[in-house]
């Protein structure tokens, strides 16, 4: 690289002859013709390029809505017939795989746990109340008997923390009531 560059530098163009400065203009012509041409050619080519990408991303996109919406004419119509064979008495595969699991639940014997220091007893052990959901015209659980057990938790934990930073408490007064007497 840096003997090229000392050729350049040393280069003396009173020495060349007159043969010598047309080839190399011819030379020189030449090479700006190549440049301009590929350029021309890449000119040409991108828009065509960029008109086959458009093309292609909206064919892409189209067919995928497609199959976005057979899918969704599938589920409806899905959830159409379990509706209606429930409608009609039909038991549908989830009724059967409910009642499976009651008998399963029935044929095992019953087991005590051991009583947690969170456990809270409602007092009333009435079963959870289902209604039917206006808009999507499903059955749905009456969460307000969750909701009081999930409160009663959140009160007896509070209740808890409650005690024991008492307890810390007393233990750091105690511990500092302890360092007076001894200091």
Same mark, same amino acid.
Request: proline fraction near 3%.
């Given at each position: 690289?840096?003997?090229?560059w000392r050729?350049?530098?040393?280069f003396?163009?009173n020495?060349?002859s007159?043969q $010598?400065i047309?080839i +190399?203009l011819v +030379?020189? =012509?030449?090479?700006?013709?190549?440049?301009s041409f590929i =350029? @021309?050619?890449?000119?040409t080519l991108v828009p065509i390029v960029?008109?086959?990408?458009l093309v292609?991303?909206?064919?892409?996109?189209l067919?995928s !809505?497609?199959?976005d919406?057979e899918?969704a004419?599938?589920?409806?119509?899905a $959830?159409r !017939?379990?509706?209606?064979r429930?409608q009609?008495?039909? *038991?549908t595969i989830?009724?059967k795989? @409910?009642?499976? #699991?009651?008998t399963?639940i029935a044929d095992? *014997?019953?087991?005590a $746990? #051991? &009583?947690?220091? =969170?456990?809270?007893?409602l #007092?009333?052990?009435a *079963?959870?109340?289902?209604?039917?959901n &206006?808009?999507?015209?499903?059955?749905?659980?009456? =969460?307000a008997?969750?909701?009081?057990?999930e409160q +009663?938790?959140?009160r $007896?934990?509070k209740?808890i923390n409650?005690?024991i930073?008492?307890q810390?408490?007393?233990?750091?007064? !105690?511990l500092l009531?302890?360092? @007076?007497?001894q200091g």
């Amino acid at each position: 690289m840096f003997e090229l560059w000392r050729k350049l530098r040393q280069f003396r163009f009173n020495e060349l002859s007159t043969q $010598e400065i047309i080839i +190399a203009l011819v +030379a020189v =012509l030449i090479g700006l013709w190549l440049v301009s041409f590929i =350029l @021309d050619i890449i000119r040409t080519l991108v828009p065509i390029v960029i008109v086959a990408l458009l093309v292609y991303l909206a064919y892409q996109w189209l067919s995928s !809505r497609g199959r976005d919406t057979e899918d969704a004419i599938a589920s409806v119509r899905a $959830e159409r !017939r379990a509706k209606e064979r429930t409608q009609q008495g039909q *038991p549908t595969i989830r009724a059967k795989q @409910d009642d499976q #699991a009651r008998t399963r639940i029935a044929d095992e *014997p019953l087991r005590a $746990e #051991a &009583p947690t220091s =969170l456990t809270v007893k409602l #007092a009333d052990s009435a *079963p959870m109340i289902s209604h039917t959901n &206006p808009d999507t015209g499903l059955e749905e659980i009456d =969460l307000a008997r969750l909701e009081e057990r999930e409160q +009663a938790l959140l009160r $007896e934990a509070k209740q808890i923390n409650a005690d024991i930073q008492t307890q810390i408490e007393e233990r750091r007064k !105690r511990l500092l009531g302890n360092g @007076d007497a001894q200091g």
